[in-house]
């Protein structure tokens, strides 16, 4: 088959096209032939040699696809070749094909093109994982959210506008800052010229913001608690900015605050906290609204997985509004 492949570490010219070993299906596996794969940031930092992947993953680049089931593992059952899905993977998306544990797998959304499905993984179990099931936003409560019209950014704003809370998110541009109350911001603020604390005290009347979901890590992580309410909870999910920056305890304190870090990658298949609980918890709780079209995936471009450098290239100038597909078909 043939794959996206990486000649060293570096920019996007070191990805390339070509052919790889087919993947082994192997217990409670199942084999997926891929229509489209998208780009996380992770890929980026994989590129470069700074997010190598979990042990036994794929070395391939790709956090998600969908696609069609070619083969299904031995003790697999629900799932049969012929099945349209979309797949939270731990690597292998930029690919003709790629194993999957099945319970990573979701039905592709009635009323969502397959190509389209493959932007939906990643992020709605990102968001539903960290917003919901670890923060627990609540209905009436403030939510803020960095970098509000890339794709975790377009999932999380529709996915706390839909559970009633008040929705605040950051942005670079203008037409930025429409994309996200166009999908349910109720408070927009660019950050290259307003400051995000100010306000966000300003709009809840001095109280802070109850839930924080956070890309840049260290910039922010001051102003992050600064921004937060009393119970407070600060949720990050990325490094963008750094991985190190000093903590105020007291602060943190005094507000009764708390700060996660997490990933989604590196969680086991299985058990408690694994992917699977994940994704069978979006299944139950978001795919409904899917298939109504209440949440829907934001898609900025599609391009062939052979033109993945472009594409990479894309994503780290911060060009894309929601998520940019890679197609096998070209």
Sequence with gaps: MRAVTLNGSGGPEVMGWGEVPDPVCGPGEVVVDVVATAVN????????????????????????CSGI?????????????????????????????????AGQLLPRPAGVELATAAALPEVVCTVWSNV??????????AFLVHGGSSGIGTMAIQLAARAGARVFATA?????????????????????DEDFVERVREETDGAGVDVVLDNMGAKYLARNVDALATGGRLVCIGMQGGTKAELDLGKLMRKRASVHATTLRSRPAAGPGGKAEIVA??????????????????????????????????????????????????
């Excluded at 070395?59 to 998600?64: F, N, P, Y």
């Excluded at 670079?172 to 290259?192: D, P, S």
């Design 41 to 64: 940031r992770a890929d980026l930092l994989q590129r470069q040699g700074l997010y190598p992947p979990p042990p036994g993953a794929s070395e391939v680049l790709g956090l998600e």
């Design 172 to 192: 670079g541009t203008a037409a930025k800052l429409e994309v996200c109350r166009e999908l349910g911001a109720e408070g927009t603020i660019n950050y290259r």
């Design 69 to 101: 089931v070619s083969e299904v593992g031995e003790g697999v059952t629900g799932w049969r070749v012929g099945d349209e899905v979309c797949a939270l993977l731990s690597g292998g998306g930029y690919a003709e094909r790629v194993a999957v544990p």
């Design 281 to 330: 918890a979006v299944r139950h709780d978001v795919w409904p609204d899917v298939e109504r079209g209440v949440v829907r995936p934001i898609v900025d471009r599609r391009l062939p997985m052979s033109r993945a450098a472009e594409a990479h290239r894309v994503v780290e100038a911060s060009e894309h509004v929601g998520k940019v597909l890679l197609l096998t078909d070209g």
């Design 132 to 141: 919901f099931l670890l923060a627990g936003l609540r209905r009436g409560e």
